[in-house]
């Protein structure tokens, strides 16, 4: 029997896209990674899978944001729409931090609620892809 999300699980939607092929592709990569990680976290028990799936995102998160601020500024947007831009990158880096402290915490050998890490994931990515896309 599949287990029920107690929150509403990202799933990509042309309606995410925002036009910049490379920004897409990664937006979607990362959606499809995370829906993956739902299903996976909530399937196993393993203890060591929670760790794997949040550096991994952490990983291609980190490279995500990369591109995204690369290409603010090389389209000068980083300087038109400074406020927007700088809490875009804000957001960048309190994901960063939070999922730092997950690790942390999983490395240490303390609990860390996988709903808890998934419903913040899920949520976050949601609200930025759809934040870039000009949606929300």
């Not at 799936?53 to 952490?58: E, K, M, P, T």
């Not at 999983?106 to 870039?132: A, F, P, Q, T």
């Amino acid at each position: 029997m599949p287990v029920v999300l107690p929150f509403e699980a990202i799933e990509w939607s042309d309606d995410m896209a925002t036009g910049v092929a490379t920004i897409d592709r990664q937006h979607r990569f990362l959606v499809d990674t995370l829906c993956d990680a739902n299903r996976r976290l909530l399937a196993s028990r393993e203890n060591a899978l929670p760790g794997q799936i949040v550096r991994d995102l952490l990983a291609y998160a980190v490279l995500h944001f990369v591109t995204e601020e690369e290409l603010m500024k090389r389209v000068g947007y980083d300087l038109a729409c400074s406020a927007v831009a700088g809490a875009h990158v804000a957001q960048h880096r309190e994901f960063s931090r939070r999922i730092v402290a997950v690790c942390d915490r999983l490395r240490e050998g303390r609990d860390v609620s996988r709903l808890d890490v998934l419903e913040y994931l899920n949520d976050w990515l949601r609200n930025h892809v759809l934040d870039i896309s000009g949606l929300s």
